[in-house]
């Protein structure tokens, strides 16, 4: 059960993480929840308008004097409660509001379609969460500021002037706040879901350190020092797949690839767009591939693996790999480090399984990478409909959701689960360890887990061992000057056309580069690949990306 609970919480940390390699190189100081109202965050109950207007007649404030009801909409997948609803931290924020909530959760196996029928429709409840970082379709169709234009979302620019405060405080903060809450047009069109501090890489390269221990080995951190780990790991350890790589070639973070300057897809030199299979950088890359390849240090069924992509999610180390001791090598959550393969996931009793975060590989040691995984401080989207009868309602609700008050409410639930220590707010040790719930499913059951206002990041690793979590500093030593953030948005247009090129071109890279890897393809045939790719408008695909940059660097907030 518990291995279950930490696959859908690892699952969570994606979706709502909007996390990935092309994300946001910005890393933003944010105060943290102790420190809230010091940095500008007040108490709603005393904050009728940002502006400092004292119109009596149109004043307002928590409690509302006259209850109003508020419908949400949003996909909802907990497996403890059938509506949020029911989740106790809701009516502790009517209570706290004198308001009700009342939710509408879509069909899990037909969100996307329940959504866009539901724009269709115009029969809109007051607010929506969309949810990208999900699916593609948890989206307004042409992008938020189109939904603006359409009628349908309404621009919230006046009104977070003058009912949102707290949410404008936290805008101040800059870096991701600021420019990826608004348009490049300066349209604000949704108040989001904000993480009170930068969030730390969840996952890169680890590798087997009891058997490099066994073997004399310290952490590798050039591709040579690879090559002579996965070369013992195969001779030494029996490594049938001393290193595994997902059915592209590439890895998640463009690992290894990246000691070579260069991006899986597109990234940036000195704010210039590239697309990595059009670089030097990426020949050189596949050539090494192919070498280990050939040298029997990469899984033979990489290119079909299904194991891999089932087990592994297309991106991480197969359990059953880990434990038969198949591999010693590849992409890693920092749940699977150390040993916990046996300690969280409990896939197996062998406590001897060690696997060690290391750094992305450099071509000789002193050097440092430019690209890594990246996040937003800046997760889902909450929009204001036009249905809406009381947006300045609507919005002084979410914007509650940045105060003191309503972060520890929505972060921790009833005040009896936690104690405010020097460090901030800390789960009581009934609640930590808990023989009742493990900490992912309190999490779900009893607060809002990604709420209209500000996520406490690091409550959901109170109880987690610190081994496990040093992972994420080893990997967030490596530079990210060429990540594009993930901000960085198309207009409406762009985005259509930029679809239509890059799908093709996106299937044929994806089909070339793993036969140009495992030998079905030759070298020779490389310089017409990059022919191939730059015949099907790659150039304009990066004019595309390069405008959108632009606009992102010189956005106004």
């Not at 350190?209 to 001779?235: I, Q, R, S």
């Not at 050539?287 to 990489?302: A, K, S, V, Y």
């Not at 040993?339 to 002193?366: C, H, M, Q, R, W």
């Not at 990210?480 to 090129?501: C, K, L, Q, R, W």
Request: aromatic share 10%.
């Amino acid at each position: 059960m518990k291995r279950k609970l930490l696959a859908l919480f690892m699952t969570g940390i994606l979706a709502a993480g909007l996390v990935g390699c092309a994300g946001t190189s910005t890393d933003s100081s944010a105060a943290d929840i102790s420190s809230a109202e010091s940095s500008g965050t007040k108490d709603a109950k005393t904050s009728s308008s940002a502006s400092g207007e004292t119109d009596e007649e149109n004043a307002l404030s928590f409690p509302l004097e006259e209850s109003v009801t508020l419908t949400l909409w949003f996909p909802y997948g907990n497996t403890f409660w059938d509506n949020m609803k029911d989740n106790p931290v809701v009516g502790m924020v009517e209570k706290e509001l004198n308001i009700n909530l009342e939710f509408i959760h879509p069909p899990q196996s037909d969100q996307e379609t329940s959504l866009q029928l539901l724009f269709a429709s115009q029969d809109l409840p007051d607010i929506i969460r969309l949810d990208g970082g999900i699916s593609p379709s948890l989206v307004y169709p042409g992008g938020g500021e189109k939904g603006v234009q359409d009628g349908v979302i309404l621009q919230l620019n006046d009104l977070i002037d003058q009912y949102a405060p707290n949410y404008k405080a936290v805008r101040a903060r800059g870096g991701d706040y600021e420019k990826d809450t608004i348009t490049d047009n300066g349209v604000m069109w949704a108040m989001y879901t904000v993480g009170d501090v930068f969030e730390k890489p969840w996952g890169g390269l680890a590798y087997r350190k009891d058997w490099a221990d066994d073997l004399g080995l310290d952490t590798p951190l050039t591709l040579d020092d690879w090559h002579t780990m996965l070369t013992e790991f195969k001779n030494e350890k029996g490594a049938v797949a001393p290193l595994m790589i997902p059915d592209t070639g590439l890895l998640v973070c463009s690992e290894f690839l990246s000691a070579f300057g260069v991006g899986k897809e597109f990234y940036h030199v000195n704010n210039e767009v590239k697309y990595g299979p059009l670089e030097e950088g990426m020949r050189e890359y596949v050539e090494l591939m192919r070498q280990w390849f050939t040298e029997g240090l990469i899984d033979p069924n990489f290119a079909a693996n299904e194991e891999f992509m089932n087990s592994g999610n297309g991106w991480g180390l197969p359990t059953s790999y880990v434990i038969d001791g198949k591999t010693g090598a590849g992409f890693s959550s920092w749940a699977m480090t150390r040993n916990g393969i046996s300690s969280l996931y409990k896939a197996t009793d062998d406590t001897t399984i060690d696997y060690f975060a290391a750094p992305p590989p450099v071509k000789k040691e002193g050097d440092q990478t430019q690209i890594r995984m990246t996040t937003s401080t800046v997760y889902n989207p909450w929009i204001v409909t036009t249905s809406c009868e009381n947006p300045e309602v609507a919005v002084m609700y979410m914007d509650w959701g940045y105060t003191e008050e309503g972060i520890l409410i929505l972060n921790y639930g009833d005040a009896s689960n936690y104690t405010i220590t020097e460090e901030g707010p800390r789960f009581n040790d009934d609640i930590l360890y808990s023989t009742e719930y493990d900490l992912p499913t309190f999490l779900s059951a009893f607060t809002w887990e990604t709420p209209p206002g500000m996520r406490d990041i690091e409550r959901a690793y109170q109880n987690t061992d610190e081994d496990l979590l040093a992972a994420r500093d080893v990997w967030m030593a490596a530079g990210s000057d060429n990540v594009i953030p993930i901000g960085v948005a198309f207009t409406s247009e762009e985005s259509s056309e930029y679809a239509t090129v890059m799908g093709d071109i996106t299937t044929y890279a994806e089909e070339m580069i793993p036969q140009f890897i495992n030998g079905r393809v030759t070298m020779d045939e490389w310089d017409g690949f990059v022919a191939q790719i730059k015949s099907m408008n790659i150039d304009r695909a990066i004019e595309l990306k390069q405008a959108a940059f632009d606009r992102y660097r010189n956005r106004e907030a």
